[in-house]
């Protein structure tokens, strides 16, 4: 996995050489060209990474990120050659990383610049957007109304609808309770019918490069209205159409709490004005995305994608992927390629580099906001509860993990034993072992956290 270091005559002398060639307008080089050239001749000169030749595939959006001023090269070197030693043994056919750490630079770079599967590291990109984009603060509300008047006996001359908000953690109990809140105010009695609204988001169930068994296992099907996470029913009528069984659910609910309702539950809603009669509210918007990124939850991450969308004016998963790379465009961090929320599709693709800028400039905007949004090395809930405990690791790593067939990967931040900021992306491919996969990459968290110049 390591190169021999150039010798430092050869780098001297080739660097000279450039030089000339350029001054001398030999190569027939524009002036941003040229401009590259002095860039990869400093790095040759001061012994910075070079990122590796990438075999022919599509165009990458992004290069490595500017490298951290590097005062202790020798430390770096010491760091470098302890994480890529933890690697060894990885069963990665196809191992890609990058890490860069504050005050020594571009530490690792092993084909830093190849796209690769990020599976569920995806979820930083959809969790930072739904904190930028929608708001920390934001609630889902899921709004309930009637058309018609409701008279003196208590009958409403009319229908209830329920409007899906797209709030992915809405649960039975919590609508049980807007049910018992409706016959509170006096409604015996129900005309007319009672209908859901799914029309804040489009009606795809899943998404493309996901495998048959990912819904319900992996994520319930997506609706904007969702109940208990839309995997309480896993026949195909349901999963192919889950608003239809989640309003049948609440009519159920309603007569439950004393409301007899003469007409069917029907998706689509209904002519007329329509008057508030109960409402729920999620938790904030920053707590959803602590939980999904901390357990990473597959269908809330489709779900913000999805609601990502909407806030742009596209409410769909496409919708949602096309508002994030101008996010990242925007920080000048490139355009990873995404398809979904969650990583779960193959066909997803970020470089570690990508990701590293991306964390970077994240932190940089939020601060420790969303670091701590991240699972901890060891702590007591999240993905990450049961690795480097017992070690100096525990609690100096806050990172996205992810897994699929064949593919390990962890990414996001972490602090040296000395104090320094570290921003890491592990995109391990072809994986033979997965549990020698992970070992490695623990391996390298510790040598990262035990570092100490």
Same mark, same amino acid.
């Given at each position: 996995?390591?190169?021999?270091?150039?010798?430092?005559?050869?780098?001297?002398? /080739?660097?000279?050489?450039?030089?000339? /060639?350029? #001054?001398?307008?030999?190569?027939?080089?524009?002036?941003?060209?040229?401009?590259?050239?002095?860039?990869?001749?400093?790095?040759?000169? &001061?012994?910075?990474?070079?990122?590796?030749?990438?075999? *022919?595939?599509?165009? /990458?959006?992004?290069?490595?990120?500017?490298?951290?001023?590097?005062?202790?090269?020798?430390?770096?070197?010491?760091?470098?050659?302890?994480?890529?030693?933890?690697?060894?043994?990885? $069963? #990665? +056919?196809?191992? @890609?990383?990058?890490?860069? &750490?504050?005050?020594? %630079?571009?530490?690792?770079?092993?084909?830093?610049?190849?796209?690769?599967?990020?599976?569920?590291?995806?979820?930083?990109?959809?969790?930072? @957007? #739904? /904190?930028?984009?929608?708001?920390?603060? $934001? =609630?889902?509300?899921?709004?309930?109304? =009637?058309?018609?008047?409701?008279?003196?006996?208590?009958?409403?001359?009319?229908?209830?609808?329920?409007? %899906?908000?797209?709030?992915?953690?809405?649960?039975?109990?919590?609508?049980?309770?807007?049910?018992?809140?409706?016959?509170?105010? %006096?409604?015996?009695?129900?005309?007319?019918?009672?209908? @859901?609204?799914?029309?804040?988001?489009? =009606?795809?169930?899943?998404?493309?490069?996901?495998?048959?068994?990912?819904?319900?296992?992996?994520?319930?099907?997506?609706?904007?209205?969702?109940?208990?996470r839309n995997n309480w029913r896993t026949d195909a009528?349901?999963?192919?159409?889950?608003?239809?069984?989640?309003?049948?659910?609440?009519?159920? @609910?309603?007569?439950?709490?004393?409301?007899?309702? +003469?007409? *069917?539950?029907?998706?689509?809603p209904p002519n007329g004005k329509l008057t508030l009669i109960a409402a729920h509210e999620s938790d904030p918007m920053s707590v959803i995305v602590a939980n999904m990124l901390k357990s990473s939850d597959n269908f809330a991450a489709e779900m913000l994608m999805k609601e990502i969308g909407r806030k742009a004016g596209n409410p769909t998963t496409a919708g949602g992927t096309e508002a994030i790379a101008k996010m990242t465009e925007g920080f000048d961090v490139g355009r990873p390629h995404m398809v979904d929320g969650s990583g779960l599709s193959i066909e997803n693709r970020q470089t570690p580099w990508e990701q590293v800028a991306f964390l970077m400039k994240i932190e940089a905007a939020q601060g420790a906001a969303f670091r701590d949004s991240l699972a901890v090395s060891c702590d007591i809930v999240g993905t990450l509860r049961n690795r480097l405990c017992g070690t100096p690791g525990a609690g100096r790593i806050y990172a996205k993990s992810g897994s699929l067939t064949a593919v390990n990967t962890l990414s996001g931040y972490a602090i040296t034993a000395s104090g320094r900021r570290v921003w890491f992306s592990f995109l391990l491919s072809g994986v033979a072992s997965p549990a020698e996969a992970k070992a490695a990459i623990d391996r390298a968290l510790l040598a990262i956290a035990t570092f100490a110049e």
């Open positions: 996995m390591t190169t021999p270091d150039t010798p430092a005559l050869y780098r001297i002398a /080739l660097s000279v050489w450039c030089l000339i /060639l350029v #001054a001398a307008g030999v190569l027939g080089l524009t002036a941003p060209q040229q401009a590259a050239v002095m860039r990869a001749v400093r790095a040759i000169v &001061v012994n910075e990474d070079v990122p590796p030749h990438r075999e *022919a595939g599509p165009p /990458l959006a992004v290069a490595a990120p500017e490298p951290l001023p590097a005062r202790q090269p020798a430390a770096g070197e010491r760091l470098r050659g302890a994480i890529l030693g933890a690697f060894e043994g990885s $069963t #990665a +056919a196809h191992p @890609a990383m990058a890490v860069a &750490v504050e005050g020594l %630079g571009h530490v690792v770079d092993v084909n830093g610049l190849s796209p690769m599967p990020p599976a569920s590291t995806q979820k930083i990109y959809t969790g930072a @957007a #739904a /904190l930028m984009q929608l708001g920390g603060d $934001t =609630r889902f509300r899921t709004e309930i109304f =009637r058309t018609g008047k409701v008279d003196e006996q208590g009958r409403l001359q009319g229908h209830i609808v329920l409007v %899906g908000s797209g709030d992915p953690t809405l649960t039975k109990l919590q609508l049980q309770a807007q049910a018992l809140q409706i016959a509170a105010s %006096g409604v015996r009695f129900v005309q007319g019918h009672v209908y @859901a609204d799914e029309d804040r988001y489009d =009606r795809a169930r899943n998404v493309n490069g996901w495998k048959a068994e990912f819904v319900p296992f992996n994520s319930g099907s997506l609706s904007a209205f969702a109940l208990d009528e349901y999963l192919s159409d889950p608003a239809s069984g989640n309003i049948i659910w609440f009519h159920k @609910a309603l007569q439950d709490a004393g409301i007899e309702v +003469a007409g *069917a539950a029907s998706v689509g």
